[in-house]
């Protein structure tokens, strides 16, 4: 397996679709069939003939290799070394290896392909996570526990930031502003390489999150782990709550429309009275009554329950008045004492 190699670059040379579902991460994408001729050979394959179709896909893969070596080929030195791969190590990634290796290029190509690479990821993060000692984070909904971490890691401390992640806040509201989660599987590819940077006799700070992070779940592996660490809570008075969520989500207040389509979601738990009571708050424009109703009605309760139930082992607790610089930097500070 050539994954602890350095590699001028690494280069996928699946369909754009291929690509984006799942892919080694820092790799590029070099298509030598795009989805529309990946699929026109496919059919022909189907309803004509192999060989037909081996003509038509050889004569569309020539003339995507030779755009790439016009393109961005076209201005490497001899000392080029890329790692190629597709999704079986068959035809697509042969194709551009040979090329690149008849120009002069030192060229490995990925036994297996995506296929290798994927058993790979599933196997590691089997047994990766356990080698990890973890401090867990926790606090209600607002307490600024992402910011947080972010500071500490700042600050050179271990962070397994899993919202950035997942690109997700872990809530009903938590979806990122028109950015797209990844992949479950890309999800454990950038899991996998995040935790391969870590050191395992330091401690790592997570996220008290629960299994599933928007539409992405954690390995199993590593959820246990959290759910047996010890935890440091964050206690933020409600207004304090309430000002850095208003600040955190503008984008659901400039788009109210979004933000009531969201909520009722949560009709079958709490009741359209309820839901009516904060979409005329919304109306209103009474942010702060409606935000600190939500945390009171709905995520305070949920993530009590939920902390009760995974994350019980709270070791310390540390009290902030707010989240301006000097507090947060006060308890970093604290914290990198501690590690």
């Known amino acids: ?34 989805d529309e001729e990946r699929a026109k050979v496919g059919t022909i394959y189907k309803q004509v003939c192999p060989f037909t179709a081996r003509k038509v896909g050889a004569s569309l893969v020539a003339a995507n290799i030779s755009k790439h070596l016009t393109t961005h080929f076209a201005s490497i030195d001899k000392n080029y070394h890329p790692l190629v791969y597709c999704w079986r190590g068959g035809q697509r990634s042969n194709s551009m290896a040979m090329v690149l290796s008849e120009i002069g290029w030192r060229v490995t190509l990925l036994q297996g392909g995506y296929q290798t690479y994927r058993a790979y990821v599933r196997d590691v993060l089997q047994h990766l996570p356990e080698k990890f000692t973890y401090r867990i984070l926790c606090g209600l909904t607002g307490s600024g526990k992402t910011h947080i971490l972010r500071q500490m890691a700042a600050r050179g401390v271990q962070v397994l930031d899993l919202e950035g992640l997942a690109n997700h806040r872990g809530s009903l509201l938590g979806e990122e502003w028109k950015s797209p989660q990844p992949s479950q599987k890309y999800f454990e590819s950038l899991l996998l390489k995040q935790l391969q940077t870590l050191n395992p006799t330091q401690p790592v700070w997570v996220e008290a999150e629960s299994n599933k992070i928007g ?66 708050l919304i109306d209103a424009g009474k942010w702060e009554s409606f935000v600190g109703d939500l945390l009171q009605c709905h995520y305070d309760p949920t993530y009590t329950q939920s902390m009760d139930k995974c994350y019980s082992n709270v070791e310390r607790v540390m009290r902030l008045a707010d989240l301006s610089d000097a507090s947060v930097d006060s308890l970093v500070n604290a914290v990198v004492a501690d590690s």
């Not at 590699?7 to 799942?22: G, K």
């Not at 992405?216 to 304090?240: F, N, T």
Request: one cysteine or more; a negative charge.
């Open 1 to 34: 397996m050539p994954f602890g190699e350095t590699y001028s670059e690494i280069i996928d040379v699946r369909s754009p679709s291929e690509f984006a579902l799942d892919r080694i991460p820092g790799a590029i994408n070099l298509p030598v069939l795009d």
């Open 215 to 280: 539409r992405v779940y954690l390995p199993q592996s590593l959820w246990e782990q959290m759910k047996q660490a010890s935890c440091v809570e964050i206690q933020l008075p409600l207004e304090a709550r309430v000002k850095f969520l208003l600040q955190e989500y503008p984008h659901l207040m400039a788009h109210p429309e979004v933000l009531k389509a969201k909520l009722q979601q949560l009709k079958s738990k709490h009741g359209g009275q309820k839901i009516n009571e904060w979409n005329s």
